[in-house]
């Protein structure tokens, strides 16, 4: 149980165009759902926080106009990076917290890798 | 605030040998404590977590971590790894609804 999905794994696009990502809870119900960005050989930096149906609580220094969240179901969360451009190149990894049971525990996606060239 | 530092940025150890990734912590609040471990190009799987009661975590892959309170660690053990334990670790505390990480800790299994 708690497996979570993302979509695609990798991508490829031509800076200045948009890429969304997709995180999806498989067999749970998520409220919550984070959003965690990771440069190679360093640590997960958190970028935002999604509650279903409301909006997402943006990390100081994230520009939540360029990395849109959406949480439209309890079991998918979507990011958006807009314009994107190299410097956006990196590991994106989203998780969620389980609804209805162990709510300290976040469980996380395999990682998309996006390159912007 | 909480936050996490993990001692050591490599641990190369042999095939078959002890190894215990260090992690300190510290919070403010109540402690809720993590392992997690990333295989290259993968998201992050839970290897064991600490809520409550017993200090002593037994988690998967054969790796258990004690909870010391009195020393504001959570250090991360297994008696005898494998070359398949090569991999990153990551220690956290959950803080105010969010996660806060260490910077990792890359172990290296040689043979």
């Known amino acids: 149980g708690a497996v979570v999905s993302q979509h695609p794994s990798r991508v490829i696009c031509k800076s200045g165009t948009s890429v969304k990502i997709e995180c999806r809870s498989l067999d749970f119900q998520a409220t919550t759902m984070f959003w965690y960005r990771q440069f190679p050989k360093q640590s997960l930096m958190l970028m935002a926080t999604s509650n279903e149906g409301s909006k997402a609580t943006y990390e100081q220094g994230v520009e939540k106009d360029k990395f849109l969240i959406n949480h439209a179901s309890l079991t998918l969360s979507t990011l958006t990076v807009t314009s994107a451009h190299p410097e956006d190149s990196s590991f994106y990894i989203c998780s969620a917290r389980v609804a209805d049971r162990d709510q300290e525990t976040q469980y996380f996606g395999p990682g998309t890798r996006l390159l912007v060239l | 605030a909480q936050s996490v530092t993990q001692l050591d940025s490599q641990v190369p150890v042999f095939e078959e040998a002890p190894v215990e990734l260090r992690c300190n912590y510290s919070?403010?609040?109540?402690?809720?404590l993590f392992w997690y471990v990333q295989y290259p190009n993968q998201g992050l799987q839970l290897l064991l977590k600490y809520l409550s009661g017993s200090t002593l975590v037994k988690g998967i892959n054969g790796f258990e971590a004690e909870f010391n309170k009195s020393q504001t660690s959570f250090h991360l053990r297994k008696p005898s790894v494998h070359i398949s334990d090569t991999a990153e670790y990551f220690c956290a505390v959950r803080g105010a609804q969010k996660l806060v990480f260490g910077q990792g800790t890359r172990l290296t299994i040689n043979p």
């Open positions: 919070s403010s609040v109540s402690v809720y």
